[in-house]
């Protein structure tokens, strides 16, 4: 299948900085790809869909001046948590599409983001 | 709206047995995908198996398949002759044609596999 790249696997940071997340399709082109937040033993939360060349779609309840999310090209989309607070702390993973002929519509996922704010 | 139930919080299987993973789902659009995604403990989602809803046979990828059924809404992951590495979180995912990219996730299985 596909390979999703996200850097870095982990992370530790004081209150109040900023971190940035990136998120690589290593072997194909994808123009969309996803950010969720997933808590212990919970279920993929769904934050924001990103768009090469244009603005990130966020979901309800998700503060965009918060996450910020670039997506520059058609392999790389990051996401940078600003002002980061300790209820921030969580796992960050990202998915792309993979249109190339694989199988129909299926979302490739990054091995995700571990953060801690301290 | 796109709905999708996995009731089964928890489930335990003997080695080299099968096991079923329930999914129920509720969409109104008249074409979708079901996925099931596998995650261990390390926590990278694995993409297991896609079955459309157009799709005349149940779909298989090696000790994987999916039951599905869609008058009924369910699409089971059985694993057959299961083995230790399928000690995991299961997730059960939806993406239908009028949602757009958007997948929606079940609250997912944890399967432990018993020596």
């Known amino acids: 299948g596909a390979v999703v790249s996200q850097h870095p696997s982990w992370v530790i940071c004081k209150s109040g900085t900023s971190v940035k997340i990136e998120c690589r399709s290593l072997?194909?082109?994808?123009?969309?790809m996803f950010w969720y937040r997933q808590f212990p033993k919970q279920s993929l939360m769904l934050m924001a869909t990103?768009?090469?060349?244009?603005?990130?779609?966020?979901e309800q309840g998700v503060e965009k001046d918060k996450f910020l999310i670039n997506h520059a090209s058609l392999t790389l989309s990051t996401l940078t948590v600003t002002s980061a607070h300790p209820e921030d702390s969580s796992f960050y993973i990202c998915?792309?599409?993979?249109?190339?002929?694989?199988?129909?519509?299926?979302?490739?996922f990054g091995p995700g983001t571990r953060l801690t704010v301290l | 709206a796109q709905k999708i139930t996995q009731t089964q919080p928890g489930m335990f299987v003997q080695e080299k047995e099968a096991v079923t993973l329930d999914c129920t789902y509720d969409?109104?659009?008249?074409?979708?995908?079901l996925f099931w995604y596998k995650q261990p403990s390390s926590g990278e989602m694995i993409f297991l198996i896609y079955q459309g809803s157009y799709d005349q046979q149940n779909a298989t990828e090696g000790r994987y398949s999916l039951n599905f059924q869609k008058a009924r809404k369910s699409a089971n992951l059985v694993i057959s002759a299961s083995q230790l590495g399928d000690s995991a979180m299961y997730f059960c995912?939806?993406?239908?044609?009028?949602?757009?990219?958007?997948?929606?996730f079940g609250t997912g299985t944890s399967l432990t596999v018993i020596p």
């Open positions: 990103s768009n090469e060349g244009s603005k990130a779609t966020y």
């Open positions: 998915s792309a599409r993979d249109l190339s002929g694989g199988v129909k519509d299926t979302q490739y």
């Open positions: 072997d194909f082109q994808a123009t969309t």
């Open positions: 995912a939806m993406r239908g044609a009028n949602t757009g990219n958007q997948f929606y």
């Open positions: 969409t109104s659009d008249p074409s979708y995908g």
